[in-house]
Structure formats: C-alpha cells, structure tokens
Nanobody, 124 residues
Framework: VQLQASGGGLVQAGGSLTISCAASGRAFGSYSMAWFRQAPGKEREFVAAIAWSGGKTLYADSVKGRFTVSRDYGKNTTMYLQMNSLKPEDTAVYYC?????????????????WGKGTLVTVSS
C-alpha cells in the first residue's frame, strides 16, 4: 500500500503547478483523499480534500479560489492538486493522505495512509 506524491518543483510567484498523488497497493476508490503541507518551521496544515465519490471538495481559506483538487479512478487512483497564482507563502512540502471518511482525512489525525511529500518552492 503506497501513496506517492510527485510533481513538485520551483516556480515563480504568480505561476502555476500541478502535483499528483498516486495510490497503489489496494483499492483506493472508496477512500477520501486530502493534501496537507508543511512549511519550514511550521506545523502541518490542511490544504484541500476530495470525497471518495469526487462529489465534494473542501479547501483551506488560504488556497480557496487558487487551488483545485481532483481525482481519477483508473487502475490506480490518482489525486491532483492544480495550484494557480502561487505565492511565496505556498512554499512547503506537500503530502497526500487517504482515509475511509472525509471528516477523518480532513482532520489529519488517525489517517489511514500518508504519502511521502513533494517539495514546492515559490520564488518571489
């Protein structure tokens, strides 16, 4: 069972970047998934989440209107985070998570699965 985030990199402020999280090893189609991030010296924070059905999404106020979370249901479920109008304060390691409930994955506590992060750096 594995969640693998990828697609991070260096981007200028105002630019866009899409990161992805590939889930493998079991059927994640029924799992709600989320993105969290942790900036240097700061605590991990919730960014966005998507329900197992894809019908409901949630966003932190700091990214609402700029970020879009989505997912597909191929052989291996993949979740995406499209990030537009990036700001230097968006710089962080981004982690993906999966849980059998939307409430659970949004809370970040007792989450069933965590993936290794991908670093996003936004230069000013």
């Amino acid at each position: 069972v594995q969640l693998q985030a990828s697609g991070g990199g260096l981007v200028q402020a105002g630019g866009s970047l899409t990161i992805s999280c590939a889930a493998s090893g079991r059927a994640f189609g029924s799992y709600s998934m989320a993105w969290f991030r942790q900036a240097p010296g700061k605590e991990r924070e919730f960014v966005a989440a998507i329900a197992w059905s894809g019908g409901k999404t949630l966003y932190a106020d700091s990214v609402k209107g700029r970020f879009t979370v989505s997912r597909d249901y191929g052989k291996n479920t993949t979740m995406y985070l499209q990030m537009n109008s990036l700001k230097p304060e968006d710089t962080a390691v981004y982690y993906c998570a999966a849980d059998d409930t939307l409430v659970g994955v949004v809370s970040g506590y007792g989450v069933d699965y965590w993936g290794k992060g991908t670093l996003v750096t936004v230069s000013s």
